[in-house]
């Protein structure tokens, strides 16, 4: 898809991305795959907002401008932090970092910023609810598109997402930050031209974690790292009604990394010795926290899904796992946002190897391999289950679980206890997965489901004591 190019950051109105009952528009499908070239080749692409919204866009970047402004050395030092990844769905209120001469206020529905009580003459800015909800809305409009390209079933990732509306007592794991570089004003940021010279280098980069983040800042500087490793200035033209989406670390593994995460960095040296700085807004749409990130919906939709993305993740553990910045900044590492079976190029590879394989192994009987299908549609459906269930197919070791297998203190009796296995369900080892226990499982959730297919007794009786790896 990559392969036509298109000349420019790819620009979608918002409008166009609202999905409808039947058959999809024409302006659909165009707004699609508009946005699809755009995030595969530039990692990024503009949404372009109802006219009526560029006013509430506006006034909130300029009520950022008066409370930044507005603080000085009086506020309390302790407000002035950085937040570590574990405190990701827990962050409000204010936050500096002086070396990077970086301020930004987060704001997120159900949490309450706990220092706002120390500093009662202290306001946040204005319309930050009405924003939240703006690009709320626009950011999940964007996953859902993608997702449309992808094959995906509609709201595919509706399960790891937030309540809309939120329910009482909870927090959203979706942020808004209202951000601030380069003030001169900034009190407890004083570089010298050296300093300068290290923090503006050219491999300062970031990476969201999130599904999809939304910017929209006052002054140019926001530039992506395309799919050749060229930086990009993705908002030197904004309009005042549009605002740059790009993808983040999430949602590359949530599609088992069919979409690539954006690799970005702020330019901050054209704004050196300017009195008001550079201000934008930043919504990053996250992934709950009592959740995990797998590619269930990907293998449903037939996609090949690699081994590094076989195992569900769990969001907390993802949000604070470390990445290598090797890793992020080397493109070449990460998969472009393409389908296969869209892909001249992919289906051209595949057939080569096809080929290549067809010439050095044997052809297997018909008896054989529709034994393997069989063990496949088996596989795939008891890990969709398992999905849906939440029950977790988890490893144990093999050695251990020989001697013991029936015991109540063998591995596997310790696992079922940990991850609450339902009572009368035929335990299915993570490790060994004879059909017969697999077809049990089945029969457990689905009555009646080896009768309708016709295959207990020849899968059971064939393929007795093959051993596979659940994902």
């Not at 995030?39 to 930044?68: G, M, N, V």
């Not at 013991?404 to 696992?415: E, W």
């Amino acid at each position: 898809m990559a392969g036509n190019g298109i000349p420019t950051l790819g620009r979608v109105k918002l409008s166009d991305l609202f999905p409808t009952e039947g058959l999809p528009s024409d302006s659909y499908k165009l707004a699609v795959s508009t946005l699809s070239q755009s995030l595969a080749q530039y990692s990024a692409a503009i949404i372009q907002f109802p006219h009526t919204e560029a006013a509430l866009l506006r006034s909130c970047l300029d009520s950022a401008k008066l409370y930044f402004h507005q603080r000085d050395s009086s506020y309390p030092s302790t407000n002035d932090m950085i937040h570590t990844s574990r405190e990701w769905c827990k962050t409000s209120g204010y936050y500096s970092d002086p070396q990077s001469w970086h301020e930004s206020y987060e704001y997120r529905p159900g949490l309450t910023d706990s220092s706002s009580a120390a500093t009662s003459m202290e306001f946040p800015p204005s319309g930050l609810p009405d924003i939240f909800s703006l690009l709320g809305k626009a950011s999940r409009l964007v996953l859902d598109a993608i997702g449309f390209y992808l094959n995906l079933r509609s709201g595919a990732f509706t399960e790891i997402l937030d309540n809309v509306p939120l329910r009482s007592n909870e927090i959203s794991s979706s942020v808004l930050s209202v951000c601030c570089y380069a003030r001169s004003s900034f009190h407890g940021a004083h570089l010298t031209e050296d300093e300068q010279l290290l923090l503006y280098a050219d491999h300062d980069h970031q990476l969201d974690k999130s599904l999809i983040s939304f910017v929209k800042s006052d002054k140019a500087g926001l530039h992506v790292r395309d799919m050749h490793g060229q930086w990009v200035l993705v908002d030197v033209d904004l309009g005042p009604q549009e605002a740059v989406v790009f993808p983040g670390l999430a949602l590359y593994q949530a599609t088992a990394g069919y979409v690539s995460p954006a690799v970005y960095r702020t330019d901050l040296n054209s704004m050196q010795g300017t009195i008001e700085g550079r201000f934008s807004l930043a919504f990053k749409l996250m992934p709950k926290s009592m959740t995990s990130l797998s590619c269930s919906e990907m293998r449903a939709a037939g996609h090949g899904v690699d081994a590094q993305f076989q195992i569900p993740v769990s969001v907390d553990d993802f949000m604070q796992r470390a990445h290598s910045n090797d890793e992020l900044f080397n493109r070449q590492t990460l998969q472009s946002f393409s389908v296969p079976p869209q892909s001249q190029d992919g289906s051209m590879k595949q057939m080569k190897k096809r080929k290549k394989s067809d010439s050095r192994i044997k052809p297997l009987p018909p008896s054989k391999r529709l034994r393997l299908e069989a063990q496949r549609v088996l596989k795939e459906r008891v890990q969709e289950i398992a999905d849906k269930k939440g029950i977790k197919l988890r490893f144990c070791n093999p050695k251990d679980c020989e001697s013991n297998h029936n015991t109540m203190n063998s591995p596997c009796a310790h696992i079922k206890m940990e991850i609450g296995w339902p009572q009368g369900v035929p335990f299915v080892h993570p490790h060994d997965l004879p059909n017969k226990a697999k077809i049990g499982f089945l029969e457990t959730y689905e009555p009646g489901w080896s009768e309708t297919h016709d295959m207990e007794l020849s899968l059971s009786e064939a393929t007795q004591g093959n051993h596979q790896h659940v994902t």
